[in-house]
């Protein structure tokens, strides 16, 4: 984080106006102030969020079937229910494989658009909207373009067109599970609609980057392309690599809406390619209203989310004062 | 040599990236194309790229919908985000530049639980939520399809990255004329920060614009539909009119795509200069 | 109207201003007719012309309570389960259950006064599932059923006669499946979630025995299932049509010869393809088999958390029982189903004739309902199951095995809960 000096300084400060004479009369009005600023965004926060979320928690040791107001108390019961259900141990499974796949993939792709469309001299402009436009699609129109009309397993599927423009037979996209096809709509729909978003992201950060420090590669010899790339961009663009890849693999294993608006139908949702809170979902909003079971499941889901990204965090070398603090 | 290498690398370039937006962009023709078409031409089992005729009747059959009030849901869609967007900007603005400005002992502490509710899916906190809501007696109104929504982790935490690297020297100048933090704000922050609200607010319009599971349980009548909600009512119907939901979609992007295009330079200012990374 | 005009301008302004605080609260029950409670009555959508109409002007003319109705998009079991949780829920709201867990949730009332003297008029084959601990907890409004409707040109061209058992219906739909049109239509996931428990049915067993054990711990269900698996491994099977099961379309496009939909479809299929069509029942399959067809029917039910118990009740009733004159419109004149009372059934002219009265026959002869122990999570196990079975060849019988392990659990759940 390019701000990390900062706070270290805004911090030190702090510091410095606790051990000040008088510090407590500054102490009191700094706090009056930070709150005059900070705290109707709190208590919002703390309403609408918080209450919620311990709520969830709560609900979570209870036996709750149709009711936020449990009274039968089951201990841990929820947890080891969901922990030994085989549905939602491959629901987080798959999801481990699909971040795995989707992370590197989406940063691949933005980055490679970002790189050519800053290098690209006419046009320049034009291009960025394009690649940027999708993001302003919501997940219910992509996928149903996705579903209805460039993959749908009928002749009329723009992707069967052009399968039997070269002889082939129609797939069905989205029902096929040998081979998993359904991977192949899941995946171009999230890049198309995240691709842009996350080259605007590099966009910026290749424009930080010095003149000078390309000149003095082109002085040392290297030769433009791969090696430029190697040891002068990827390394400046470091920052910025690790927030993308930190909110890629957050939003990965929250995958819901393009999965559920693409797969479920009124009759429920298929044993593959379903997201956690996906399952989570079935199993306490729809009919199913197991709330404590999948409070439960979404307990260990956020668990996983933060121990995910903190240990990012920490591998990339941020936020170790953050840990501490 | 070289210069002919490189040329053919720029041409290369360019040609991937026209097939690139030439990509990006046959989902948007899609919607389009079928939302005028005929259902025939949509289903047809010789599908061409061109519809065989474009029936602009569509449009007047879309906003007739006697069953659909679609007009009414864009102007919803339109009310509550616009208010969602400058509340939320509101909230967040103020938190971020608190956090990032003013050196209180727990500030940390609170930023960091901020950060924290970034980690937890919102569909998991939903039950408990309807139910508050319900609780306070907002269902059905504006203010339980709006206020609840307006307390954004994200923007704060955008927000005060972008302060943290704003230059003090401005500040320590209001400072010196006598100028609190509160007014300091207004008159020297905020002024000189309007690539950040305007990415910011284009990021919470989008959102807001197009969420759909909120609406759709706070909204409980038609009248308060959303174009999100009224575009489902096209697709949960037992017979699907397919011209008719594509022609719904691409209406339902429409404001959101001019609104983007509008504010395009102002995004990619505000994220060069907030660091959102 | 939820929201009125002045609202909205008075919300407009206040977002101009930046705050949000401005507009009440208004939820602006009772525009319906009449004067006493205000009663908010939850349907789900339909999707034929009229029906919304309709059950308002119903809603209008009922004197003892201003009514209104709200008309559902979107995923209706999730709305109305959330809203049940609350005082803001509807009063009266129609429900493709109760589901035990909310009869035993106390989120619905007894409604059994209701029936007093009509209750042998309601087909029994739905009434049967609204009844627990000997009490009724919804009025069945219509019955909706599903069957198999086949192209009669299309099965001529093949030479293939209307399919009465599983293998017959497997080898017509290979024979009936060419590079442009598919043999049979079961929804784009295959047919797990449409079928269900039919073909269980169609093998002479049950999902629930009377007993409350799993109904089909046997070696014919393993043995039809995997009957199933052959449909798809044949390629037979329309797959990712854009239109799902329940609409009729693919069908009419003649994307498939056959296709597995409701009673609703007939209008327009007989609108688009005059006399060449058929429907049958999902045949049946083995020596102890019979044909059937699932029937369910949504129910009118009075929430508990209503503030006025009474007045929805006696609604209710004027509704859905004593107005037989709106339940035959409501019935007949907009969708196509099958009015929950015999009386009425067998006075409509529409089903007298042609498919129409095949699907009346199919209904009191092959009907099946999912019964009230069938938990969604029973469902959930058993159609993951069904969908491995056919897409992915799973072996049928360790499949069952697991399912019928987990459905015991849950069995046991839900009946320690009743005693």
């Known amino acids: 984080m390019s701000a990390r000096t900062v706070e270290a300084r805004t911090t030190a400060a702090a510091a410095a106006a606790r051990q000040s004479p008088g510090a407590r009369a500054v102490h009191r009005r700094r706090a009056l102030w930070f709150w005059v600023f900070v705290g109707p965004f709190a208590a919002g926060l703390a309403l609408f969020t918080y209450v919620p979320l311990l709520w969830s928690v709560w609900l979570s040791f209870f036996d709750a079937h149709n009711t936020v107001t449990p009274t039968h108390f089951v201990g841990l019961d929820n947890y080891t229910a969901m922990l030994s259900d085989d549905a939602f141990r491959d629901s987080l499974l798959t999801f481990a494989l699909f971040t795995a796949f989707i992370v590197p993939a989406t940063y691949v792709l933005s980055l490679a658009l970002a790189l050519m469309v800053n290098r690209v001299r006419r046009l320049r402009a034009f291009f960025r909207s394009v690649f940027f436009l999708p993001a302003a699609c919501s997940y219910v129109v992509a996928a149903l373009i996705w579903k209805m009309s460039i993959f749908n397993g009928v002749r009329f599927g723009l992707a069967n067109t052009v399968l039997d423009f070269f002889g082939a037979e129609p797939v069905a996209w989205l029902s096929t599970t040998d081979p998993p096809w359904y991977w192949l709509v899941v995946v171009t729909v999230r890049l198309w609609l995240q691709a842009g978003f996350y080259m605007i992201l590099f966009l910026a950060g290749l424009q930080r980057i010095d003149p000078v420090l390309y000149e003095a590669a082109a002085v040392d010899g290297a030769r433009p392309g791969w090696q430029v790339l190697r040891h002068i961009t990827l390394p400046q663009l470091r920052a910025t690599s690790v927030a993308v890849v930190l909110l890629l693999v957050v939003n990965a294993f929250q995958a819901f809406d393009e999965f559920y608006n693409l797969l479920s139908d009124a009759r429920g949702y298929p044993p593959y390619a379903r997201p956690p809170l996906v399952y989570l979902y079935y199993t306490a909003l729809g009919q199913g209203q197991n709330l404590g079971l999948g409070s439960a499941g979404a307990v260990i889901l956020a668990l996983i989310i933060g121990v995910v990204t903190v240990g990012q965090a920490r591998w990339f070398g941020l936020g170790r004062r953050n840990a501490d603090g | 040599m070289d210069d002919a290498l490189v040329r053919a690398g720029r041409a290369l370039r360019l040609v991937v990236l026209i097939v690139l937006a030439v990509l990006f962009l046959i989902p948007f023709y899609l919607l389009v194309r079928n939302g005028l078409s005929s259902e025939q031409d949509i289903t047809s089992p010789e599908w061409t790229l061109f519809p065989s005729e474009l029936h602009w009747d569509n449009v007047r059959e879309l906003f007739e919908d006697p069953s659909v009030p679609f007009a009414r849901s864009l102007l919803n869609s339109a009310l509550i985000a616009v208010a969602t967007t400058a509340g939320t900007v509101l909230l967040a603005s103020l938190a971020g530049y608190g956090f990032a400005r003013i050196p209180y002992r727990h500030a940390d502490k609170v930023f960091y639980a901020v950060l924290g509710t970034l980690m937890v899916p919102a569909a998991v906190t939903f039950v408990p939520s309807f139910v508050l809501v319900s609780t306070l007696g907002w269902i059905s109104t504006l203010r339980g399809l709006i206020v609840p929504t307006l307390f954004s982790a994200f923007a704060c935490f955008v927000f005060r990255q972008y302060f943290l690297g704003f230059p003090r020297e401005l500040e320590d100048a209001a400072q010196v004329d006598g100028l609190g933090p509160w007014r300091t704000y207004w008159y020297v922050v905020v002024p000189n920060a309007r690539p950040v609200f305007a990415a910011v607010g284009t990021i919470v319009f989008i959102g807001a614009w197009n969420s759909f599971l909120w609406p759709l349980v706070i909204g409980q009548d038609q009248s308060a539909w959303t174009v999100q909600v009224a575009l489902s009512s096209f697709t949960t119907a037992q017979v699907v009119r397919l011209h008719e939901l594509f022609l719904a979609a691409a209406v339902s992007i429409l404001p959101l795509l001019l609104v983007f295009l509008c504010f395009q330079r102002w995004i990619v200012a505000g994220v060069e200069r907030s660091g959102i990374d | ?419």
């Open chain 3, 1 to 419: 109207m939820t929201i009125s005009r002045r609202a909205l301008l008075a919300a407009a302004a206040a977002a101009g201003g930046g705050l949000l605080t401005a507009c009440g609260s208004n939820t602006g029950r009772g525009d319906g007719g009449g004067s006493g409670p205000a009663l908010s009555h939850w349907y789900h959508q339909y999707g034929e012309a009229g029906t919304e109409q309709a059950v308002k002007r119903y809603a209008a003319a009922y004197t003892k309570a201003r009514v209104t109705v709200q008309w559902r998009p979107g995923n209706y079991d999730q709305q109305t389960a959330a809203a049940l949780l609350t005082d803001s829920g509807p009063d009266v709201f129609e429900v493709n259950g109760p589901s035990l867990d909310q009869i035993q949730g106390g989120q619905v009332v007894d409604l059994t006064g209701l029936l007093d003297g009509v209750e042998d008029d309601y087909n029994p084959v739905v009434l049967t599932p609204k009844r627990h601990d000997g009490k009724i907890w919804a009025i069945p409004q219509v019955i909706d059923m599903q069957m198999l409707y086949y192209r009669k040109s299309l099965l001529r061209d093949a030479g293939v006669e209307p399919p009465t058992t599983l293998d017959a219906l497997v080898d017509a739909a290979k024979k009936l499946t060419t590079r442009k049109v598919k043999g049979l239509f079961l929804g784009n996931d295959g047919g797990a979630g449409v079928l269900g428990g039919t073909p269980l049915y169609a093998a002479g067993l049950r999902l629930v025995t009377d007993e409350g054990t799993v109904g089909f711990d046997d070696p014919a269900a393993a043995r039809t299932l995997g009957k199933l698996h052959r449909l798809h491994a044949d390629k037979s099977l329309l797959l990712g049509a854009p239109a799902d099961w329940s609409d009729p379309s693919a069908f009419i496009q003649g994307l498939t010869a056959m296709q597995w939909t409701g009673l609703w479809a007939l209008p327009q299929v007989q609108k688009e393809l005059g006399d060449d069509f058929g429907v049958l029942p999902f045949p049946a399959d083995g020596s102890t088999g019979r044909p059937a067809v699932p029937v369910g029917a949504y129910g009118a039910a009075v929430s508990a958390r209503s503030r006025h118990v009474d007045a929805a009740e006696e609604y209710v009733k004027w509704l859905w029982v004593d107005r037989t004159d709106y339940q035959e419109d409501f019935a007949l004149s907009y969708g196509f189903h099958i009015p929950a009372r015999l009386s009425l059934a067998k006075k409509a002219a529409k089903l007298r004739t042609g498919a129409a009265a095949d699907a009346v026959r199919f209904t009191t002869d092959h009907g099946w309902a999912q019964p009230l122990l069938w938990t969604p999570a029973a469902q959930t196990a058993y159609q993951d199951a069904l969908s491995r079975i056919i897409k992915d060849g799973a072996d049928p019988e360790r499949e069952l095995r697991t399912v019928v392990g987990k459905v015991s659990d849950e069995l046991r759940r839900v009946q320690r809960k009743t005693t």
